[in-house]
């Protein structure tokens, strides 16, 4: 098996299968009917890892989280009145419960409104203020009690990136899930940027070659929001030094790994990078392989990869 085999491989079984993509597309489609039924919005659109197709395959009981903003008019809604549309989006999520035998549990959320669904997948609801169409948004930070200037559609650089990011976040899941999801999307972005990327190998260990420098102190900031410094929770948590040292120990791996793909010693070289992949925190391969139970479809428009693979 050659290395670029052995990623294809890995990342197919990351996927959701064809049911989980089609429960999650008809639920975020039928509620964000039924909350333009009830309210003269803006706009609704689709963000985070569902819309930049970096989904992957959830570990055990966790839910698969889906987002989508739902903006209102700046002329019908201030600032001011970030709370209360907070509070009218929660009553109407209310209501739809009611009619939806399939929602468990409406939960209030530092930013957004959870909505449980039975089947191991919630959807975050984001009221959000237009403040200008495409670019500009504001929401509410129930924990600082201030609105925030946002926008998601600028995250989707990370789009030419996706199998590597699908395998990054699989990585996290087993070895670092203290990381969040978001900024590991971001570092990929910030390190591998516009290069063209020969093959799995060359990009994931450009990525660990790289990720340690970039990782020294707080500083990756968010497209939508330079104010917002994505990886300040690795101080606040005190896991940054952690990290940094695992870092540095999947680096020596993945060089090794590159030198034996070099010298064509690809069954040797797979080997190693299943050190990095097929081993969990405690060094242990046999309870994190990826599954799948049938074909995988993503149901929207697929991304293109940056390179046919």
Do not use: G
């Given at each position: 098996m050659t290395t670029e085999e052995f990623f294809k491989e890995l990342a197919?079984?990351?996927?959701?299968t064809k049911s989980e993509s089609d429960k999650i597309s008809q639920k975020h489609n039928e509620l964000r009917e039924k909350l333009r039924e009830k309210f003269p919005v803006e706009d609704d659109f689709l963000t985070g890892s569902y819309a930049r197709n970096t989904i992957i395959r959830q570990k055990d009981d966790k839910k698969f989280d889906v987002d989508f903003f739902l903006a209102f008019s700046q002329k019908d809604y201030g600032e001011t009145e970030l709370p209360d549309l907070l509070g009218m989006v929660k009553n109407a999520l209310e209501q739809i419960k009611n009619g939806d035998a399939d929602i468990v549990e409406i939960q209030e959320q530092k930013r957004s409104i959870g909505v449980i669904y039975k089947d191991n997948f919630q959807i975050d609801v984001v009221p959000a203020i237009q403040i200008e169409k495409d670019k500009r948004y504001k929401i509410f930070d129930k924990s600082t009690l201030q609105a925030v200037e946002s926008n998601p559609k600028l995250h989707g650089g990370v789009k030419r990136l996706v199998p590597i990011v699908k395998l990054l976040k699989f990585w996290k899941r087993e070895k670092c899930d203290y990381v969040k999801s978001f900024h590991l999307e971001m570092l990929a972005v910030d390190i591998l940027g516009d290069e063209e990327i020969s093959s799995y190998s060359q990009g994931l260990a450009k990525f660990f070659a790289n990720a340690e420098q970039n990782l020294q102190s707080a500083g990756t900031k968010d497209p939508a929001n330079e104010d917002n410094i994505i990886d300040e929770y690795l101080d606040d948590d005190g896991t940054r030094a952690k990290l940094l040292g695992l870092i540095s120990e999947e680096n020596k791996v993945a060089k090794n790994a590159i030198r034996l793909e070099n010298e064509e010693k690809n069954d040797e070289?797979?080997?190693?990078?299943?050190?990095?992949?097929?081993?969990?925190?405690?060094g242990d391969s046999s309870k994190n392989q990826p599954y799948s139970s049938g074909p995988t479809v993503i149901n929207r428009s697929p991304s293109k990869p940056w390179c046919n693979v």
């Open positions: 197919s079984k990351l996927e959701l070289s797979v080997k190693e990078w299943k050190e990095i992949f097929a081993k969990d925190e405690n």
